[in-house]
């Protein structure tokens, strides 16, 4: 066979092999498109059928503004700086709140899960007090430290405290039996087996914790407003129901649940990569 006519053939094959890769290549990008836009399917059904039932009159403005109603108070707010400065207080009662509850927690598990005897003596009780819900607390610390900002923070942190706490005691007692061993055979003291064994077993128990209590610490927060505050976006919500305003309340309602999203995406991502970047020893 002449070179022309092995090249011609070698041309055939690889047109025969690539032909059927296209439309893979195609279904595979069409699927991860899908695949992303999937999320958004609900809240644009959601949102076509809040606009056409107020067109139509289904629901009464008075009862639920339309979307453009609602759109151009978001931008009322935003040009005035109300929810700027609202925001702002909110996020940075969340933040305080929040890590203050963390270390907290984190000192908590971290003593539950290295002490058999702590664990017996505490762990009970604990159980007990977070069956308590945060509005359960509410009367209590009013009377210890009045409606001030104390109040808030106090019950942020006792919203992010449970979940870490739980996670942080879950994470130190699931290092694999393996390293165990070889913390034994390198005659490892107490302080290097914490180090170099379970912290890093328990780094992405840790981070869901994280991840739940940032949650919780978000909605104790709108809470907390809702009832006792006079600033932040519970306080906005509150405003606008007592003066019959429900466009500022669905503009306030978007704002926080656009921001406690944002905050959970952030913290799943940064969960996913420290799982990735966990050694494979320590992975179950």
Known sequence: MSETALHADSERLGHAAAAPRAPLYRNARLRALAWHLAPWVLPVVLLALWATGCERGWIAPQILPPPERVFDTFVELARNGDLASNTLISLQRVLLGFAAGTLVGFVLGAALGLSRTFEAYVL??????????????????????????????????????????????????????????????????????????????????????????????????????????????????????????????????????????AMNRSLDALEARLRRGQPSAFRE
Request: glycine share 8%; net charge neutral.
């Open 124 to 261: 009970p009780s604990f159980n007990a007090l977070v069956q308590i819900p945060v509005l359960g607390w509410l009367p209590f610390l009013l009377l210890l430290v009045g409606v001030g900002e104390p109040l808030k923070y106090i019950l942020i942190a006792h919203a992010a405290l449970v979940p870490v706490t739980l996670s942080t005691l879950q994470g130190f007692r699931q290092t694999p039996a393996s390293l165990d061993e070889v913390a034994r055979v390198f005659e490892y003291n107490r302080w290097q087996r914490i180090v170099y064994l379970v912290l890093p077993a328990a780094v992405p128990t840790l981070a869901t914790g994280v991840r739940l209590a940032f949650t919780k610490a978000w909605l104790a927060l709108v809470v907390v407003e809702l009832v006792a505050s006079s600033e932040g976006l519970g306080y906005l919500i509150v405003y606008g129901r007592q003066l019959f305003q429900l466009d500022l309340v669905m503009a306030s309602v978007v704002v926080v649940g656009a921001i406690g999203y």
